[in-house]
């Protein structure tokens, strides 16, 4: 069972270049989604898509552009990386129903902007 | 809008105590509730949820929570600490018709030996 699988799980990047997370579930999951989770400030929504062919802003998207490919992958894209982007980045997935189904998450993508 | 606090960013064990790791939310209407466990390097993973009917909820690992609507509260317990405790845990709350929780800022478990 692979679930949530997000690549690369390291990278490092200078500012102002561009690098695209790439995310991908095997679950056939309806809902998907985008999170940054810095120190002491849990994990807050970047981006998310409640079906494929729909995206929509969470609470911090401004410096990120997101693609919900088909139904298994939700990439997330840094057109210009700024320092302030250096993070730990989740992918999560989620099955359709009721609002009593949990997340699925990924293992993390962890970032350095330099 | 619903939102959730963390009492305490750290908690702080011996092996073999009591864990007691405090949330509390906020919510217009009746929440659905969870408890994620992060170890290092990796994601969260569900650990328990709380969605309607009993309020003793158990979950994986020896641990359990108990809804309180009165108190507000969705507190996580574990009679005994191990040493494989050792992690984040973070509290999250839906309600209101959203697909999209709210988590709680985390409370990272030390276990001492």
């Known amino acids: 069972n692979a679930g949530v699988t997000q690549t690369p799980k390291f990278q490092v990047l200078k500012t102002g270049q561009s690098m695209t997370l790439q995310c991908a579930q095997d679950?056939?999951?309806?809902?998907m989604y985008w999170y940054r989770q810095d120190p002491g400030m849990g994990l807050r929504l970047i981006y998310y898509?409640?079906?494929?062919?729909?995206?929509d802003k969470g609470e911090v998207p401004n410096g990120y552009n997101v693609s919900r490919l088909n139904k298994r992958e939700f990439s997330l894209r840094l057109e210009s990386a700024a320092p302030s982007q250096t993070s730990v980045y989740f992918c999560?997935?989620?099955?359709?129903?009721?609002?009593?189904?949990?997340?699925?998450f990924g293992d993390g993508t962890r970032l350095s902007i330099l | 809008a619903q939102s959730v606090t963390q009492l305490g960013s750290h908690v702080s064990v011996s092996e073999g105590a009591l864990v007691l790791l405090r949330c509390n939310y906020s919510?217009?209407?009746?929440?659905?509730l969870f408890w994620y466990v992060q170890y290092p390097n990796q994601g969260l993973q569900l650990l328990l949820k709380?969605?309607?009917?009993?309020?003793l909820v158990k979950g994986i690992n020896g641990f359990e929570a108990e809804f309180k609507k009165s108190e507000t509260s969705f507190h996580l317990t574990k009679p005994s600490a191990h040493m494989s405790d050792a992690a984040e845990y973070f509290c999250?709350?839906?309600?209101?018709?959203?697909?999209?929780?709210?988590f709680g800022r985390g409370t990272s478990l030390i276990v001492h030996p």
């Open positions: 999560a997935s989620q099955t359709p129903g009721t609002q009593a189904q949990p997340q699925h």
């Open positions: 679950m056939n999951h309806n809902s």
């Open positions: 898509s409640a079906s494929e062919g729909t995206t």
């Open positions: 919510s217009s209407v009746p929440p659905y």
């Open positions: 709380y969605t309607t009917g009993a309020t």
């Open positions: 999250a709350v839906m309600s209101g018709g959203s697909y999209i929780p709210t």
